[in-house]
């Protein structure tokens, strides 16, 4: 990774907290989001941290701030193996724990996310308050599932990795993200389906259930673990987003999914709720905000769970 750009990013994100602090100073803060350690957010697969002025964390990092908490945004490979993209993330919470001050951070993953950064924390559990994954897939997902019926080495399978390593690079390339950064579609796919899904879990186990539906320890190693999840392909009927998600969802037959990752398979740790009205971008707050209008807006769903970080002493 280009080590300047990401001391640059992490040193901006230090200085707005700051600057969000001094303007609590002076205007008030109810320090509802207050946190003893900085919230780390990872995004999942063909994520990023910012493009054309749109965040991918819509509306989040801001609100997070306003009432105390100390907010970094971090950008991995947008495809990767979890292991490689977590190896990623660890240079930057490294960072981050240097430039805050503070000794932890508490980790928040959507999507692929989830495994990246439960990666950090087993390895480096002593830089890691809390582990926090929304909407991601720690059993694996039907949709990469039915993906992986492409016969590996086809010419199928070449063409599709191609197509989407392509859209992993165009995304990283608008982010203003480094060139170097990884794209491997194919790390991407064996990661997230039901048996690289295991495979991770053997080596990595730490929050995830052991019954097919339940939770997970709620602490391992010091280290607090929770999720939270949607199981609505189609909220709002303005969001074109909503038909890919409805299409993606078929693989699941009727399971309650969010349209990429089954309800049961987001389970981890202290499961929050695992049936909120969103779908897989609902959860992140996109697209532009476009989320349903009878459920509970999504960034008050991340206040609400920095309160909990906080009360949890975190």
Request: glycine residues 12%; charged residues 15%.
């Amino acid at each position: 990774m280009n080590k300047n750009k990401t001391l640059i990013a992490l040193s901006l994100a230090a200085g707005l907290a700051a600057s969000e602090q001094t303007h609590a100073f002076w205007f008030g803060s109810s320090g509802y989001t207050q946190t003893k350690y900085p919230v780390v957010l990872t995004h999942g697969m063909l994520g990023f941290d910012s493009i054309l002025g749109v965040d991918y964390w819509y509306g989040i990092p801001s609100a997070l701030r306003q009432d105390g908490a100390s907010v970094y945004v971090t950008e991995v490979s947008q495809l990767n193996t979890s292991e490689a993209r977590g190896e990623e993330l660890l240079q930057q919470v490294e960072e981050i724990v240097a430039i805050s001050g503070k000794a932890k951070v508490n980790l928040i993953g959507h999507s692929h996310g989830g495994p990246t950064i439960r990666y950090v924390a087993a390895v480096r559990p002593d830089l890691v308050a809390s582990v926090t994954s929304v909407g991601s897939p720690h059993k694996g997902s039907a949709t990469a599932d039915f993906i992986r019926q492409v016969p590996p080495g086809s010419a199928g399978e070449a063409l599709l990795a191609g197509i989407v390593n392509g859209l992993g690079a165009l995304i990283n390339f608008l982010s203003g993200s480094d060139s170097e950064l990884e794209q491997n579609a194919l790390g991407s796919l064996e990661s997230l389906n039901s048996q690289g899904a295991a495979a991770f879990n053997d080596s990595f186990p730490q929050g995830v259930p052991t019954s097919a539906c339940g939770e997970g320890a709620y602490q391992v190693n010091g280290v607090r673990y929770y999720s939270w999840s949607g199981t609505s392909p189609l909220t709002n009927a303005l969001d074109v987003s909503d038909l890919l998600l409805g299409a993606s969802s078929l693989p699941f037959n009727g399971e309650a999914n969010d349209g990429l990752v089954g309800r049961c398979s987001s389970h981890l740790g202290k499961v929050i709720r695992d049936d909120y009205r969103m779908n897989h971008l609902d959860e992140v707050n996109q697209t532009l905000g476009l989320t349903s209008l009878f459920e509970t807006d999504p960034v008050s769903v991340y206040r609400q769970h920095a309160n909990r970080l906080k009360n949890d002493g975190l």
